[in-house]
T-cell receptor, first 113, second 114 residues
Framework: EDKVVQSPLSLVVHEGDTVTLNCSYE??????LLWYKQEKKAPTFLFML??SGIEKKSGRLSSILDKKELSSILNITATQTGDSAIYLC?????????????WGAGTKLIIKP | EPEVTQTPSHQVTQMGQEVILRCVPI?????FYWYRQILGQKVEFLVS????????KSEIFDDQFSVERPDGSNFTLKIRSTKLEDSAMYFC????????????FGPGTRLTVL
């Protein structure tokens, strides 16, 4: 059965700390791995990773995919209280599976001032 | 920037009643999805829709559920006879055809079944 596992399930750090969130997967027909941030409502897109070893960066956030280890990490440096959210990892299946997303349970990140 | 919209934002209904959740996907997108998220739990795939028909559906999407794209812009999810366990946040998403595209989510409809 396909699955996406995220760790830790929750994390509390202080503002300014650096955090690393993990995502591992066992999915047949992998196309890409996606990271989303969920605050009050809908998930908002952060990164799409398709190739192993190529880091994607957006400000203080970065992410990388390791296809050999079937995993990805999301790094957030110099955390701010606005980074508090649930971070979701999802694996996207290819076009012949209609790009279906298989979701992890999320990591709840709390940044204390 | 184009966005997916959903109405209503919150729907309260009695058990056994029918509800219709509405979504307007991004206009040039071709793939449409419904997901649900029970409070405190993970996002769950319900159904995908492409070329005017259901392309995949999960075990959750039983005969009580149906989807329609009645007029080329709206995408609806109907639950025929709601149960208490249908209470959840329902998200609509849409995706374009390009290989660089990803799914964009609407703000969700919170469904409360009493």
């Amino acid at each position: 059965e396909d699955k996406v596992v995220q760790s830790p399930l929750s994390l509390v750090v202080h503002e300014g700390d650096t955090v690393t969130l993990n995502c591992s997967y066992e999915v047949t027909n992998f196309r890409s791995l996606l990271w989303y941030k969920q605050e009050k409502k809908a998930p908002t897109f952060l990164f799409m990773l398709t190739s192993s070893g190529i880091e994607k960066k957006s400000g203080r956030l970065s992410s990388i995919l390791d296809k050999k280890e079937l995993s990805s990490i999301l790094n957030i440096t110099a955390t701010q209280t606005g980074d508090s959210a649930i971070y979701l990892c999802a694996v996207e299946r290819p076009w012949d599976s209609n790009y279906q997303l298989i979701w992890g349970a999320g990591t709840k990140l709390i940044i204390k001032p | 920037e184009p966005e997916v919209t959903q109405t209503p934002s919150h729907q309260v209904t009695q058990m056994g009643q029918e509800v219709i959740l509405r979504c307007v996907p991004i206009s040039n997108h071709l793939y449409f999805y419904w997901y649900r998220q029970i409070l405190g739990q993970k996002v769950e795939f319900l159904v995908s829709f492409y070329n005017n028909e259901i392309s995949e559906k999960s075990e959750i999407f039983d005969d009580q559920f149906s989807v329609e794209r009645p007029d080329g812009s709206n995408f609806t999810l109907k639950i025929r006879s709601t149960k208490l366990e249908d209470s959840a946040m329902y998200f609509c998403a849409s995706r374009g055809r390009s290989h660089t595209d990803t799914q964009y989510f609407g703000p969700g409809t919170r469904l409360t079944v009493l």
